[in-house]
């Protein structure tokens, strides 16, 4: 029998163009795009752009991919983006390029007919970015003969601990959550322990749709020490947190720790921390701290990813104090790459990564001293890369008979 259809949901990965990382979120979409290219099951892409949804056949999915992974740049503005969008932005060229590549263009309301007119029947849309979580989007897909919803759902960490949050995300994060235990015809979680926290706020919804459990793939990063300054000064002992600045990933902790040192160690014997991530929301105590505190503490903002393994690659160790995690992508490229990690001990971690991680609680700040103290005396460890991790290929093993 021939394969359904696959329409893939690019918009997460074109919104993120220009930025100078990709985020979990970025890379599960990016595995998807690469698997889905390499099948034989007929492809399709949508993305919301500016102005509006467009569609990509196989060739248009493959010159999309090109400029999206960064093996074609991408092409100029044309008029309606000079117009319309502002220059500087970065937006103008991939707007074009949208337009230029795409099999069809609609607005909202004629979305249904425009898949209806290109798309096969049997048709799974599959959306691993949480982007278009609509009303429209869901029943434009099952206007479709035999359509189908697929949705991979990273975790409900923005309902569960709304304090946390921006202002105003809380609300559009329910609605399209409401929208998948609605309409989903398949959920995708990438831990047990994730799926339980979900499916528990499904069934107040109302609905929990069928699901698989499917462990997201760790590939080893490739570390380019060049694009790192000459000047972090790594020839001493250092440590590493990546993520970005918010309540959450607990960087608080970490700045208790380098001060709690400060107060007890010999200057020359206190290693350095580098944050690697991009300030986010609702931790202005943390940012002062930040401005304040230079001796041992360097905030480098988000880096390429070669930067970040190369970091990470010559680190005593990772850190992740975090209060709570959908997976946890840093830690399973951190031992991919043969670096130590020292984490919160969270359920989704001891599911995903067994003993391989040295847990400590999130609260308890003696425990972080005194390990952090004992890693940075020690040789770094330069073994090989911690096996067993999760693939991409027992990934889609579990997903793709789903489709």
């Known amino acids: ?22 985020t979990g979120i970025d890379r599960v979409e990016a595995a998807y795009l690469n698997r889905f290219l390499a099948d034989e099951a007929p492809l399709f892409a949508l993305v919301r752009s500016s102005f509006g949804f467009t569609l990509f056949d196989r060739a248009g999915v ?25 220059p500087g932005s970065g937006r103008r060229g991939p707007e074009a390029d949208l ?7 609609s607005g909202r309301r004629l979305l249904g007919p425009m898949l209806a007119r290109h798309l096969p029947g049997h048709t799974t849309w599959v959306n691993v970015g949480h982007s278009n979580l609509v009303v429209s989007v869901f029943d434009a897909v099952h206007a479709l003969e035999d359509g ?13 601990h709304p304090d946390w949050q921006r202002e105003g995300t809380v609300e559009s994060f329910e609605a399209r959550m409401r ?18 926290v979900t499916e528990a706020r499904f069934e107040r919804f109302g ?3 069928d699901a698989v459990v499917a462990p997201l793939g760790i590939d080893r990063p490739e570390p380019d020490p060049t694009q790192l300054s000459p000047d972090l000064g790594r020839n001493r002992p250092y440590f590493v947190t990546l993520g970005t600045i918010e309540p959450r990933k607990n960087h608080a902790l970490l700045l208790d720790a380098w001060a709690a ?24 105590e943390v940012f002062a701290r930040l401005d304040r505190e230079r001796i041992n503490v360097r905030e480098l903002g988000p880096l390429p990813d070669g930067a970040t393994a190369a970091l990470i690659s010559g680190a005593h160790a990772l850190l992740m104090p975090s209060r709570v995690e959908g997976f946890g992508l840093p830690p399973g490229e951190a031992l991919a790459l043969g670096t130590k990690v020292i984490a919160a001990d969270l359920p989704v971690y001891r599911e995903v990564f067994g003993n391989k991680l040295v847990y400590l609680d999130p609260d308890d700040l003696y425990s972080w001293v005194d390990n952090i103290r004992q890693t940075a005396r020690e ?24 489709l």
């Open 261 to 284: 040192m400060r107060e007890t160690m010999y200057a020359e014997d206190i290693p350095d921390l580098f944050l690697v991530g991009a300030r986010g929301w609702n931790n202005a």
């Open 62 to 86: 493959e010159a999309l991919a090109a400029r999206l992974l960064g093996s074609e740049p991408w092409g100029p503005p044309d008029l309606l983006t000079k117009i319309f969008l502002k």
């Open 99 to 105: 337009r230029r590549l795409a099999v069809a263009r």
């Open 179 to 196: 929208q998948v235990a609605t309409k989903a015809d398949l959920v995708i979680h990438t831990a047990q322990a994730t799926r339980e």
């Open 207 to 209: 609905r929990v749709p």
């Open 1 to 22: 029998m021939e394969p359904r259809a696959r329409l893939l949901d690019l918009s997460r990965l074109v919104s993120r163009v220009g930025r100078p990382a990709l």
């Open 379 to 402: 040789e770094r460890e330069t073994g090989a890369a911690a096996g067993d991790l999760p693939t991409w290929q027992k990934h889609f093993n579990l997903v793709v008979n789903c």
């Open 148 to 160: 189908r919803a697929v949705v991979l759902v990273h975790d409900t960490i923005p309902l569960d």
